[in-house]
T-cell receptor, first 113, second 115 residues
Framework: KAGVTQTPRYLIKTRGQQVTLSCSPI?????VSWYQQTPGQGLQFLFE???????NKGNFPGRFSGRQFSNSRSEMNVSTLELGDSALYLC????????????FGPGTRLLVL | AQSVAQPEDQVNVAEGNPLTVKCTYS??????LFWYVQYPNRGLQFLLK??????LVKGSYGFEAEFNKSQTSFHLKKPSALVSDSALYFC?????????????FGTGTRLTVIP
């Protein structure tokens, strides 16, 4: 069974631009969560989607948004990029998001210049 | 509030020796506990988890962890370290009784196995 895939793997953007990252979960998994990893703040939860609905949200500004499609694929969008948004963005999937193991993708490394 | 602490930023161990990576947690309920490993330029790879039952959990690649409720700890162990175990290890907790699925991660421990 294929793992979680994320595209693109690397991105370079400039301040003020917006960016969209994509995540395809493991087949059959309906819960998708997004995390931000930075050297300073570590791993922080962004949001979780299940059945096309945001079920839970972390403490990030409204510039960070996401959505989930009927095939469980998810996208996250960051508008008006800031230098501090430079990070590794990780997507994780699980069956229903009710305590099962979350399996992570390889991440998208975003550099904001 | 929930939190996870990994008190050691760096752990060095000689190849063949036993290794321990420490994790303590603070939650206001029953936790799910996880260990993940991250290799350079990679995502997180699941090692093992504790939900309920036997306090000793066995996971991938020969790793195991012991859940200690009285000490609120969930230390990761391996009897004999390999050079290939060198990586960044994260402990994480998820609250059992809430509807939230998000994981709270520790700050990570970099394990270096010396040949």
């Amino acid at each position: 069974k294929a793992g979680v895939t994320q595209t693109p793997r690397y991105l370079i953007k400039t301040r003020g631009q917006q960016v969209t990252l994509s995540c395809s979960p493991i087949s059959g998994h309906r819960s998708v969560s997004w995390y931000q990893q930075t050297p300073g703040q570590g791993l922080q939860f962004l949001f979780e989607y299940f059945s096309e609905t945001q079920r839970n949200k972390g403490n990030f500004p409204g510039r960070f948004s996401g959505r989930q499609f009927s095939n469980s694929r998810s996208e996250m969008n960051v508008s008006t990029l800031e230098l501090g948004d430079s990070a590794l963005y990780l997507c994780a999937s699980s069956l229903t998001g009710r305590g099962e193991t979350q399996y992570f993708g390889p991440g998208t490394r975003l550099l904001v210049l | 509030a929930q939190s996870v602490a990994q008190p050691e930023d760096q752990v060095n161990v000689a190849e063949g020796n036993p290794l321990t990576v420490k994790c303590t947690y603070s939650v206001s309920g029953n936790p799910y506990l996880f260990w993940y490993v991250q290799y350079p330029n990679r995502g997180l790879q699941f090692l093992l988890k504790y939900i309920t039952g036997d306090n000793l959990v066995k996971g991938s690649y020969g790793f195991e962890a012991e859940f200690n409720k009285s000490q609120t700890s969930f230390h990761l162990k391996k009897p004999s370290a390999l050079v290939s175990d060198s990586a960044l290890y994260f402990c994480a907790v998820r609250l059992l009784q809430t509807g939230a699925n998000n994981l709270f991660f520790g700050t990570g421990t970099r394990l270096t196995v010396i040949p």
